[in-house]
């Protein structure tokens, strides 16, 4: 019975004496690691934020811009058409320009009179092709990763326009202890930090003719402004909606409370 009881004695010293070092290496633990990678969107200040807050136009015809020449290679716009770029709201180009990028893309159509697909020049009614016949397509030429269609892509990401400039602006060296797979590129801002996309912008990369430093932060934040643009090219219009909505109703409680007064007049007194 002694007996017994010491020996307890001396396994439960020895239980505490593990759970004590355990606690120690747990708390040990993250000093050793590295700290972590992965970084959250910055937030960048935007014209369009805010109840009466929208887009610069100037901005997002130079985001267009930037998107065409460095994105439009990889990147599909299935859902927006070539006019909607002059409709008001967003880059508003004039009729002539919107014909003029139009028809700088070829478009396939058909099939003729033989049966066959043929490919003819884009008019504004028409929508942005596709940069490739399909995904497995997509897929072969971009080391297996696919590059998603950009239409929606500032409303399908959380941390919208802040997240595309932070991944656009974000692609830096790894920190020395973390594993990056072959191909793929270090971007903190980017879930897993390895992305198969290669830096698309870098300084002086397209040409602005406003007079707009060609740096890469500003054409990530215009880029980012256009595709927020496009993945909503009726914003303007729902805020001016919402406004007017607004004064109406403002009226009409002032109206009802006129006419209740007045209904009531004879009660009170
Ligand atoms: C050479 C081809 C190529 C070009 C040019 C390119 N991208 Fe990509 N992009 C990719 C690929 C491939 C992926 C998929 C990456 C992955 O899944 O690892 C991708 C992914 C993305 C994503 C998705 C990130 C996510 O959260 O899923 C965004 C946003 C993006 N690109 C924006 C752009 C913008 C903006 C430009 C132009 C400034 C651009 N890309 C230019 C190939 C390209």
Redesign the pocket.
Known sequence: MLKGLITFRRRSRLLLGALALAVAGLAGAPAAQAADPLAYPESQSWSWTGPFGLFDRGQVQRGFK??RE??????GLDLLAFRNLGQPGGPEFSEDEVRAIAADHQIEDGPDRQGDMFMRPGSAADRFPSPYPNEEA?RAV??G????D?SV?AKA?HGGAD??YS??TGYRDPPPDFVLQDG?HFNPY??GG?????P??GDGFIEYTDGTPETLEN??RD??AF?MWAAEPKMEERKRLGFQVMIFLFAFAGLLYLSKRKLWRDVEH
């Open positions: 930037v998107y460095a994105c439009q290679a990889c990147h997509a971009n080391m990763s696919y590059p998603p950009l892509i990401r997240y595309l991944l656009l793929l980017f879930p390895q992305i198969a996309m290669a698309p912008l054409y990530a880029v980012s595709l």
